[in-house]
């Protein structure tokens, strides 16, 4: 029922960010209503059940991405967050000058900067997977790169500037031969494919509760519980201890010591109710219809000539990155805006993509369940509309 300068609103912006479902609001709702209190550290009634919600929370994870225990479940504030302790915790302590890490020429930034930052100070090697103008990645000369020194390969499951669904399980198995660790970027896949962490052969995932219709500020990481167990903690304070005297700190047991602080309550119940809301619907049925969605838009888009999708790989999911002849993406974002359609412009945390097509920016129109096809018909009015306005 929103509108928009006026127009219904048609939000095509969920790969950067979904929106809540009412069970959401509510649950958080209920939490600030009837019983909120700091966790893990009160005997009374309400800091019990707050705690109780909160870890039920974390065991929604765990059966969602087919963990073995919610151990290897650790809250942070987002996928961004999950890396960056993955690379302090683990890269720091464990990676020597001359190794090898791996990622992939279309990962976020988010998945490239915390590792050129380790790759400065331990004075390791980083290596990209090239791609083609498909946007698929070139497995073999992914192949070539790996050798004994290859230490992690970090990966994207999605591509969120391009749509592509990478390989991830073969890649995965091919890292493992050689005895590196693996990490899943599941950012935007998670809300839109199923996951199994041991089918994957992924050691790492991280993933951001806002991209799968939870609060933002709360995330996601998976790590196997013989690796988190040998991990320094990323952040040091409150309630990730047993012991604390001037001589020395002993730390809390995993995945606690990973929690520096008070912890985000309302994100982690939110994050759960989403996970719930989804499970009630179906991962299966919100695959299906999606795939209708992303065909018919596709298949819409490539009736206007004037259009050049940017990323056109045999899998893909979500999303849609396109350029226009002679328009830049912001004008066509801005008379988008007019038309009540939110879709992202930019070069979505991924410049080297760009880079890789030559190109300053796309527009991207992202889908989720909660789309409508007469909504991607207001889509395509609106890119013939822009096309209009500039011929």
């Known amino acids: ?16 960010s979904t929106q809540k479902p009412q069970v959401v609001i509510d649950a958080i709702a209920d939490l600030y209503s009837n019983y909120y209190a700091n966790i893990h550290r009160g005997v009374y009634q309400l ?9 039920e929370a974390r065991e929604i994870v765990k059966n969602y991405i087919s963990a ?23 890269g720091r302590y464990f990676l020597s000058e001359g190794d090898e890490i791996i990622v ?48 992690i390969v970090s990966l994207v499951h999605i591509s969120n500037s391009l749509g592509t669904i990478n390989p991830v399980k073969e890649i995965f198995n091919k890292a493992k031969e050689i005895g590196a660790i693996t990490i899943l970027d599941a950012s935007q896949s998670i809300q839109h494919t199923k ?37 320094e903690p990323y952040q040091t304070g409150g309630d990730m201890i047993k012991s604390v005297t001037f001589e020395r700190t ?13 912890q985000n309550i309302e994100g982690a119940i939110g994050l759960g109710a989403a ?42 999911a979500s999303l849609i990155s396109f350029i226009l002849e002679d328009v830049h993406p912001h004008d066509v974002g801005t008379i988008f805006d007019k038309l009540g359609v939110a879709v992202r412009t930019g070069q979505h945390c991924t410049e080297p993509v760009m880079r890789h097509f030559g190109i300053p920016a796309t527009t991207r129109a992202s889908f989720a369940f909660y789309n409508t096809f007469e909504e991607i018909n207001v889509f395509i009015e609106s890119i013939k509309y822009v096309i209009n306005i500039f011929d």
């Open 1 to 16: 029922s929103k509108e928009m300068n006026g127009k219904p609103l048609v939000f095509l912006d969920s790969a950067a």
């Open 47 to 55: 800091s019990q059940v707050s705690t109780e919600k909160y870890e």
């Open 68 to 90: 073995a225990s919610s151990d290897e479940i650790v809250f942070t504030r987002g996928a961004t967050e999950s890396i960056n302790l993955i690379a302090y915790s683990y």
């Open 104 to 151: 992939s020429e279309m990962e976020h930034h988010a998945n490239i900067v915390p590792w050129q930052q380790l790759a400065k100070e331990k004075k390791v090697v980083l290596r990209y997977i090239p791609m083609d103008d498909n946007g698929e990645l070139l497995l073999d000369e992914f192949y070539k790169m790996l050798n004994t020194r290859t230490k």
């Open 195 to 231: 996951i199994n962490v041991n089918e994957l052969n992924c050691d790492f995932l991280v993933f951001s509760g806002h991209k799968i219709y939870g609060p933002t500020g709360i995330g996601v990481l998976y790590g196997k519980l013989d690796l988190l167990k040998k991990m």
């Open 250 to 262: 002993i730390f809390a047991d995993v995945p606690g010591k990973f929690e520096a602080g008070t």
């Open 275 to 316: 996970i719930k809301y989804i499970n009630s619907i179906g991962l299966p049925e919100i695959m299906k219809y999606e795939h209708q969605l992303m065909k018919y838009a596709t298949d819409k888009v490539l009736e206007i000539p004037q259009v050049k999708i940017i990323g056109t790989a045999k899998e893909k």
